[in-house]
């Protein structure tokens, strides 16, 4: 990395990089390569690290515009590569990759306090949702509980993709003001 770039914030390689600037462009990319190789690498066995790691570069140059340079670059990088992790997890669960593990393979024990905190969870988690209309309730469960992508969500519910993407905001901004009003009684 140049002197240039080590001064400039990922957050303003991005802006530039926005207004068209190929240099801040590329200087991002070179910044950002590394820490999603640290990521992905810690998740991932080696065979597979750079090939979700350009999934999720491409991901970012798709999504490039809708950044908000007034917001932290990481969060928003990092969103983007969890969601390429869990798709790349979901397509190696789809193919079997992954061998199921019974209940005697199981090493350490569960306590009571364990399931009675899981149940509760999902006691509120369940009271929560069930306050949304059905198609946000939908959205909300096959992204953020099954781990689907707006695009597999979208095919799922006959929606566009954008369709989605807003009633999914709307379903968490419902739900952020349900979480908030419980916490002030």
Known sequence: MSGTEETQSLEELMRLAQQGDKKAYAALFRAITPL????ISRRLAAADVD????EILMSIHRASHTYDTARPFKVWMFTIARYRLNDHLRK???KG????????DLTHEISAADVTE???RYEYLNRALSSLPDKQKKIVTLMKIEGYSAEETAQTMKMSVSAVKVAAHRAYKSLALKVEQEEDQ
């Open 51 to 54: 090939d979700v790691v350009q």
């Open 97 to 104: 990759a992954f061998p199921e593990i019974g209940l005697d």
């Open 92 to 94: 190696l669960y789809k």
């Open 118 to 120: 899981q149940r509760d």
């Open 36 to 39: 999603l190789k640290a990521f």
